[in-house]
């Protein structure tokens, strides 16, 4: 299994869906980023991610993320994220995306399903599909 499979095992042994893994540096720290979701979009308490970050560390003093020094975050990705797997799409459904093609065409509109690598998107009326290998960049918003 690898480090992220046995994360997401953890995840889910506590009701809540792993959304994403991300290693980063940030003014001269690596940080590797935990992003966790309630499945009923329900938000998750500052208590569950701090349940969540005393699960994950004794499998990260084991395996860690990367050699040398990191500080472990365990949040939510928030209202308004980057998508970038598939998988992040599939869970983002029924909400508003905005994509940026190959082409550097923008499209904003709700994301109505995911069928194989097709992403379908409801645009002023119309269904616009999309092809996940042409998103150079995604991400869900929110009008206020």
């Known amino acids: 299994m690898s480090l992220e499979s046995d994360i997401k095992s953890i995840v889910e042994s506590v ?3 792993l959304y994403d893994t991300v290693i980063t540096s940030e003014f001269g720290e690596t940080i590797f980023r935990v992003s966790v979701k309630d499945p009923q979009n329900k ?3 500052l208590d569950r991610c701090v ?3 005393h699960l994950i560390s004794p ?3 084991v ?3 990367v050699s040398g020094e990191y500080r472990l975050e365990v949040g939510t990705p928030g209202i308004e994220r980057k998508l970038t797997k598939l998988e992040n799409f599939e869970n983002s459904i029924g909400e508003k995306v905005s994509i940026t093609s190959r082409e550097k065409e923008k499209l904003k509109g709700t994301l109505t399903a995911v069928k194989g690598d097709e992403l379908y998107l409801q645009i002023e009326g119309e269904e616009v599909v999309v092809p996940f290998s ?3 960049k995604a991400r869900t918003y929110f009008e206020w």
């Open 134 to 136: 042409d998103v150079v």
């Open 59 to 61: 499998l990260l003093d």
């Open 15 to 17: 009701g809540l869906m």
């Open 63 to 65: 395996t860690p993320p």
């Open 43 to 45: 938000g998750v308490s």
């Open 51 to 53: 349940e969540i970050t």
